[in-house]
C-alpha cells in the first residue's frame, strides 16, 4: 500500500504543479491569437509519446508468514547462506520503485466535441525490485540477511483510453483519461533459471527470483494539459496503472511461499507530441 498511496501523492503534485503554471501562462497569452483553431476537430490524428516511470508491485502477504517455518529445499542453493540442516524465516517482504522509461505512438480518433478514443502502442522499460529480510537458524545459531531480487522487464503495451477535454483557454487545455492497458513482458526470466538439487537427490531448474506471469490487464487513470503550437500540440501528463490480476507463478520457494498475490503497479509522467 505505501507505493499506492505515494504514487497517488506524486500524480497530485505533478497535477497540482501544472495547475499552479496554467494561470500564468494563460495570462501571458492573453492577447495573442489560438493556434491550431481547427485541429479539435479532425476526426483522427497520429503523434508520438516518451516518458517517465516508476515500476512496482503491489504484494499481499499471508497471514502470519513472519512464524512460517521454511526448509533448505525451498532456499535455493546459490549463496552462502545456503545449508541442508538451516531453517529459515522470513521478516519482511518491500517492493521497492524502480525509474524506467516508455515511448510509443498515439493515435486519436474524435468521438464528440470534447471526447476523444485513444490507443498508444507502446514500449516500456523498467524493472521491478523486492527486498527481503531473512533470518537463518543452523546449529542453535541465528543469523540475519537481506536480499534484493530485481526482474528487467520490457513491457509492449497497448492502452485503450477516454479523454475528456475542457474547453480551450486561449491555446491551452485541460483533460482527464481513463481506461485500459494490455501488457505483455517481453523481457524473459531465463537468465535467473538456475539448476538445484530437490529433496530426492534430483536435478531441477528454477527461477532464482520471484516468477510471474508475462501477460497482464491493468485500469489506468490520469490528468495532464493540451498546449497548442503554432505547428503542433504538445502535451503534460500524469497517470497511474493499476494492474487487475495476480501475476505471481508459484515456484512454492521461499521468495514467493510468504506471498498471496502480487500485482504489477505504475506511476508515468509523460509527454506527448501531436
Do not use: C, W
Not at 37 to 46: A, G, V
Not at 64 to 78: D, F, M
Not at 173 to 198: E, P, R, T, W
Amino acid at each position: 500500500m505505501k507505493f499506492t498511496l505515494s504514487s497517488f501523492k506524486k500524480v497530485l503534485f505533478a497535477i497540482g504543479i501544472m495547475f499552479v503554471m496554467i494561470p500564468q501562462s494563460v495570462m501571458a497569452q492573453s492577447e495573442k491569437p489560438k493556434n491550431l483553431l481547427l485541429y479539435d476537430n479532425q476526426p483522427y490524428h497520429f503523434g508520438f509519446i516518451i516518458g517517465y516511470n516508476q515500476m512496482s508491485y503491489a504484494i499481499k502477504l499471508n497471514e502470519g508468514y513472519q512464524l512460517v517455518p521454511h526448509s533448505s529445499s525451498e532456499y535455493p542453493n546459490t549463496d552462502s547462506y545456503a545449508s541442508q540442516d538451516a531453517t529459515y524465516y522470513v521478516r519482511s517482504i518491500t517492493p521497492v520503485p524502480e525509474p524506467g522509461f516508455v515511448v510509443g505512438v498515439v493515435g486519436n480518433l474524435r468521438l464528440g466535441k470534447y471526447f476523444d478514443l485513444r490507443l498508444i502502442p507502446s514500449l516500456s522499460f523498467g524493472s521491478r525490485t523486492i527486498e527481503y529480510q531473512f533470518y537463518r537458524e543452523l546449529n542453535g545459531v541465528t543469523t540475519n540477511f537481506s536480499k534484493k531480487k530485481s526482474i528487467f522487464t520490457t513491457f509492449v503495451e497497448f492502452p485503450l483510453q477516454v479523454k475528456y477535454r475542457s474547453k480551450r483557454l486561449n491555446n491551452i487545455a485541460a483533460y482527464v483519461i481513463a481506461g485500459g492497458n494490455f501488457k505483455i513482458d517481453l523481457a524473459s526470466q531465463k537468465k535467473s533459471q538456475v539448476d538445484i538439487n530437490n529433496e530426492q537427490g534430483e536435478t531441477q531448474t528454477i527461477t532464482d527470483n520471484i516468477k510471474v506471469k508475462r501477460t497482464d490487464l491493468a485500469a489506468e487513470v490520469g490528468a495532464g494539459f493540451d498546449f497548442y503550437t503554432g505547428h503542433f500540440k504538445f502535451g503534460v501528463e500524469a497517470k497511474m496503472s493499476f494492474g487487475l490480476f495476480n501475476i505471481l507463478d508459484s515456484q512454492n520457494l521461499i521468495y514467493d511461499s510468504s506471498i498471496k498475490s502480487i500485482q504489477n503497479r505504475t506511476f508515468q509522467i509523460s509527454l506527448t507530441f501531436e
